[in-house]
């Protein structure tokens, strides 16, 4: 996450963008969203797009059907995790700008897992989760694909450089 969005202030020229971005990077996401929590109590963010790792389901004792993503695939748009639901207003918005650019996106679930992304939808500020697809996440050895990495900032890149919808409530 932190080189994402390192290469996207680094590529993305401020003249270009739609929006108003802010950077942030949290902290003590495992022990109760701390760092999440109060950036959300700035409280004054049109939507956000919480990025973390994505656990995938291509090792022994993982249920594909449980976890359907795999690396070098792109970027994951997260429905839901094991803290809340993200706002498909958002998570459609990310999927319109990923097919009109040609960008790979997985669809996903994440069952077992929570994101700081819980904290912002908690105070009411519209939020998706982008995942990259990420083998063994917490372990020495955790590994992704550049793939991902480069399909998840093509796609923030494209989606920041893309002038805003509403974020209406009909189907996405």
């Known amino acids: 996450a932190l080189a994402l969005i390192t290469h996207l202030i680094a590529e993305v020229d401020q003249s270009t963008r739609a929006y108003d971005v802010t950077l942030a990077a949290t902290v003590q996401e495992e ?38 993503v795999k690396l070098g695939k792109g970027p994951s748009l997260v429905y839901k995790d094991s803290w809340t639901h993200y706002d498909r207003r958002v998570i459609g918005q990310l999927r319109a700008v990923a097919r009109a650019n040609c960008i790979p996106v997985q669809e996903t679930i994440f069952p077992g897992f929570g994101s700081d992304g819980a904290a912002l939808i908690r105070a009411g500020i519209p939020t998706a989760l982008l995942g990259i697809a990420t083998r063994y996440t917490h372990a020495p050895f955790e590994m992704g694909d550049v793939r991902d990495l480069d399909g998840a900032l093509a796609l923030l890149k494209a989606f920041v450089t893309t002038p805003a919808l509403p974020l209406a409530d009909g189907p996405s």
């Open 31 to 68: 022990i109760g969203l701390i760092g999440a929590l109060s950036l959300a109590r700035r409280g004054e963010f049109d939507l956000a797009i919480a990025i973390d790792n994505g656990p995938i389901c291509d090792y022994p004792g993982v249920d594909p059907r449980e976890m359907p």
